[in-house]
């Protein structure tokens, strides 16, 4: 079965740290993935697609096929950048897959 | 261009009553997929609407159903209202071209707070 999972549902690092959100997918075919960002009393959003292959934010995700992870990293962390994360797989072009999310809390 | 807005913000609502909640997309999207999102967990695909027609239903009951008007609006309906209705419903809007590709990026709306009592 299609499934995204987000080991981690809390993540905490302080300002100026790496941080990583791990995501891990199970999909036959050619996956498109994205990760949505929801920071507080916003809507989700999207944050970035793989297939852009760009950075947005500072974070850049690369998918792993062998690995079957597409794990969100930014080099040094902001406060700002605190939020819920979403790893979504999409299905037939219509239907996003979701992880649990992970809310990642970064310390002054 | 105008998002995705959502109606009505938060709803309150008994067991066993129906409801009907609304959507209209963003500017010059002309598909609609609905999502819930209960607490604590990531949105759960229930249906999507293209062209007045369902394309594609996750694993919920008949009682969830849907309707997407001219302008792409829609309205998602739930009947027979259950305790484990009670959930952040969201509402997503995509852009598919006449040629039936997809530009697959689904941009989100704030939602409509429902809790059954």
């Known amino acids: 079965a299609q499934r995204v999972t987000q080991p981690e549902k809390l993540l905490s690092v302080f300002k100026g740290a790496p941080v990583e959100l791990k995501c891990n997918y199970s999909?036959?075919?050619?996956?498109?993935l994205f990760w949505y960002v929801q920071y507080s009393r916003q809507r989700l959003q999207l944050l970035l697609r793989?297939?852009s292959r760009e950075s947005i934010k500072g974070f850049t995700a690369d998918l792993n096929k062998g690995e079957t992870s597409f794990h969100l990293k930014k080099p040094f962390a902001q406060e700002e950048d605190s939020a819920m994360y979403y790893c979504a797989l999409l299905l037939g072009a219509q239907k996003l897959v979701f992880g649990q999310g992970t809310r990642l809390t970064i310390n002054p | 261009e105008t998002g995705v807005t959502q109606s009505p913000t938060h709803l309150i609502k008994t067991r066993g009553q129906q409801v009907t909640l609304r959507c209209s997309s963003q500017?010059?999207?002309?598909?609609v997929s609905w999502y819930q999102q209960a607490l604590g967990q990531g949105p759960q695909f229930i249906f999507q609407?293209?062209?007045?027609?369902?394309?594609g239903r996750g694993n919920f009951p008949p009682r969830f159903s849907g309707l997407q008007f001219p302008n792409y609006s829609s309205e998602l309906n739930v009947n027979a209202l259950e305790l484990d209705d009670s959930a952040l419903y969201l509402c997503?809007?995509?852009?598919?071209?006449?040629?039936?590709?997809?530009?697959?990026?689904?941009?989100f709306g704030p939602g409509t707070r429902l809790t059954v009592l």
């Open positions: 793989h297939i």
């Open positions: 997503a809007s995509s852009d598919r071209t006449s040629g039936g590709a997809v530009t697959d990026t689904q941009y």
């Open positions: 500017s010059g999207h002309n598909t």
């Open positions: 999909y036959s075919g050619s996956p498109e």
């Open positions: 609407y293209y062209r007045e027609e369902e394309n």
